[in-house]
Each structure stands twice: as structure tokens, then as C-alpha cells.
């Protein structure tokens, strides 16, 4: 019963991840050539440091890692491409994440 409610818990994070990963691609390409600043930066970086927290803690290295690359990116004031090449990374270990509990299930 505790490991079918933790599976709940972590479908549950990867759908909201999955969602968090698309507004953080928005947010970038919204930023055109200049990296986010303001509310919308804060917002990528709240994201980021959320997801860095949180992945590992429902046994997603991977995407608190990618998330940890994220936000350190977003720090350094990376330019655009390099955020959203990460966040790209990061959006392939949400599903990769996904699919490993698919087939483990």
C-alpha cells in the first residue's frame, strides 16, 4: 500500500515537473536574446531550484541534477541558448524518469 501511495506521489511530480520544464522553455524563448530577468527570472530560477530540491527526494537524480545545471546556468546570467539547452536536458529527464516508472510498474 505505502509503495502504490509513494508511486502516486511520484507520477504526480513528474506531471507537474513535466508542466514546470514547459513553462521554463517559454520563459526563455519569451526572453528573446537577453537571459530572463525580473519576475520571469526569478520564476525560471524557482522553478529550477524546486525541481533540484524535490527530484531526488521521489528518487529522480536525474532530474535534480539537471535541474542543479539549471539553476547554477541561470546564475552564471547564461545566455539563452545555454539555458534552454538545458532545460531541454532537463525536460528529456522528466520523461525518462516517466518511462522508467511505466515500465517498472
Do not use: K
Not at 535534480?64 to 539549471?70: D, P, R, V, W
Request: no cysteine.
Amino acid at each position: 500500500e505505502l509503495r502504490a501511495e509513494f508511486a502516486r506521489l511520484q507520477r504526480a511530480f513528474l506531471d507537474s515537473a513535466s508542466r514546470d520544464v514547459g513553462e521554463v522553455l517559454r520563459i526563455i524563448d519569451g526572453a528573446g536574446a537577453n537571459t530572463p530577468a525580473g519576475e520571469t527570472g526569478m520564476r525560471l530560477r524557482t522553478i529550477a531550484h524546486g525541481l533540484r530540491g524535490a527530484g531526488g527526494s521521489y528518487g529522480f537524480d536525474a532530474v535534480t541534477s539537471t535541474a542543479g545545471e539549471l539553476e547554477e546556468a541561470y546564475l552564471a546570467q547564461q545566455p539563452p541558448s545555454a539555458l534552454r539547452e538545458v532545460a531541454v536536458l532537463l525536460s528529456q529527464a522528466v520523461e525518462a524518469a516517466r518511462r522508467t516508472m511505466e515500465t517498472t510498474a
